[in-house]
């Protein structure tokens, strides 16, 4: 073991019912180093941090700092270790002050008096370089404030390892150049800290090193100047270059009827930077990107599920309006959302009254769809879709993750929709339903139907879209078609395209 390495996680295991979400993964933090912690969703990231710090309960291996081995059974005994953790959620207290924050749940918080707390914040906040008053309420400040003063708490408790999940999702680029530069103040000090974030711009600028995690196993630890952005991405994706090369042209699909049917310039939300977007009638097209890259985000800008700030939007050439899902379903847009769990099904729901939902919203609850046209409805979908339910009453929450999926198609197919936005319509279900759903994106691409597809899946993109948008850090970076629509040339853009509608 080095003399400068600070945290070493050798051979960690752990089991879930049916799942090894870690198998025999080694990590190695130092002091004075900024270490991110790549990989996309699912390949046990947050499950090696949850070990860390005591959420978890390892199924094996073995944990030292600085040299000694370590148990750690719970969060107070990673924080007794010296480490903390700052989550991507504010956890602190916004209806206290920065002082009281700073101090809440700790022995000497009591033993203080308030003026001789806020007098000890006041220090600490200088030292590090953090715009907040000691006095001043939390919740007046800006998110990446009160990130700072998050850390700052952390930074007091003695922390040797500072782990930061996620923190920079939600500030803006002066924000973030405040938060890396408390970053490097830090690390100057000797603080090691664990980077883990989905913006690789980010990586490249403030870190030292990369471990990269894919499926629960280690793929590796790099030197940031050894690791160039695309082989990070294909390291994350689990495809190399050369592999990829050997794949072959992909087979153009080119779009009979060029009308163009949805077109934006500028549209932007809450949660989506202003972009421009086009699709034609009859065409699958999809936005494609690492996990966090904006591509959601984009969609639900689409279909006014987040709140629009600006924008201009033509249906078939003509201006529209749309700052709701309602007006998206009147002008003919469907949308299935990513988690079907939390905004798709109704899991007390029957089958049949899940699948007519979205129709009956079109029409009013004053007109409300009679229980025969309903069970027919239903039947038809069921039978179309290949549905497996016990009967059309059967309570959605009750079926496979797969079939869930499905009667959310059917609730969508039943609007007669002119574009469909399908944001990962094929996650979590079986290799046979997935194949199915693809046929049926083409087929309804046949029939003049406009579709969005997204999927973390490339390959299956790949099959299905003639055109893909490419986004990282929610910009759009790239648009690949014919025969530049391969494997390779996503990840290249990903690691290196050039943003757009900046």
Not at 210 to 220: D, K
Not at 456 to 462: C, F, N, T, Y
Request: hydrophobic share 40%; proline share 3%.
């Amino acid at each position: 073991m080095q003399d400068n390495t600070l945290l070493q996680m050798r051979n960690i295991d752990k089991l879930f019912p049916g799942v090894k979400a870690l198998s025999n993964v080694d990590f190695t933090l130092r002091k004075g180093e900024i270490h991110a912690l790549m990989g996309e969703n699912g390949a046990g990231k947050s499950t090696l941090i949850k070990v860390l710090t005591g959420v978890y309960q390892m199924d094996g291996g073995e944990i030292f700092v600085e040299g000694e081995k370590i148990s750690i059974r719970s969060p107070q005994d990673a924080q007794n270790n010296g480490i903390s953790t700052v989550y991507q959620e504010i956890t602190l207290c916004p209806n206290l002050t920065v002082a009281e924050n700073m101090f809440i749940g700790r022995e000497e918080g009591i033993l203080v008096n308030r003026r001789t707390r806020e007098k000890l914040a006041a220090k600490l906040l200088d030292e590090l370089g953090i715009p907040a008053r000691s006095t001043q309420q939390l919740g007046s400040c800006s998110l990446a404030v009160q990130q700072m003063v998050a850390i700052a708490r952390a930074v007091d408790m003695k922390c040797k390892v500072l782990i930061l999940d996620e923190p920079t999702s939600s500030l803006d680029d002066k924000e973030v150049n405040m938060l890396f530069d408390l970053m490097r103040d830090l690390k100057s000090q000797g603080v090691g800290i664990i980077f883990v974030t989905h913006f690789l711009e980010q990586v490249y600028e403030v870190c030292d090193r990369i471990t990269v995690l894919r499926n629960g196993e280690l793929v590796g630890e790099y030197l940031i100047e050894d690791l160039p952005q695309v082989e990070l991405v294909s390291k994350m994706i689990g495809k190399e270059l050369d592999e990829l090369s050997n794949l072959g042209e992909i087979e153009e699909k080119e779009i009979e009827n060029k009308e163009v049917f949805y077109e934006a310039k500028g549209l932007s939300s809450s949660d989506a930077l202003p972009f421009d977007f086009e699709i034609h009638k009859g065409e699958v097209n999809g936005f494609t990107g690492l996990l966090g890259s904006g591509r959601s985000e984009s969609v639900r800008a689409i279909f006014g599920a987040d709140k629009v700030n600006g924008g201009e939007i033509k249906i078939k050439g003509e201006p529209v309006k749309i700052t709701k899902p309602i007006d998206a379903m009147k002008h003919g847009i469907g949308y299935l959302a990513e988690d079907r769990k939390r905004d798709g099904i109704i899991a007390e729901l029957s089958v049949r009254e899940n699948i007519i939902l979205a129709l009956q919203v079109m029409k009013g609850f004053f007109k409300p769809i009679s229980r025969s046209e309903a069970e027919a409805f239903a039947d038809e979908y069921i039978k179309v879709l290949n549905i497996k339910t016990a009967s059309r009453e059967t309570p959605i929450g009750s079926l496979s993750g797969g079939n869930q999926q499905k009667v959310i198609l059917a609730r969508w197919l039943l609007t007669h929709p002119d574009y469909l936005i399908l944001d990962e319509p094929t996650r979590g279900i079986d290799v046979g339903t997935k194949l199915e759903i693809q046929k049926l994106v083409l087929k309804l691409a046949e029939d003049g139907v406009s579709v969005t597809f997204i999927s973390s899946e490339v390959e299956e993109m790949l099959r299905t879209c003639s055109r893909l948008i490419v986004m990282r850090d929610r910009h759009i970076v790239g648009e690949l078609k014919g025969k530049d629509l391969n494997q390779a040339q996503v990840m290249k853009t990903i690691a290196g395209g050039e943003a757009k509608n900046e």
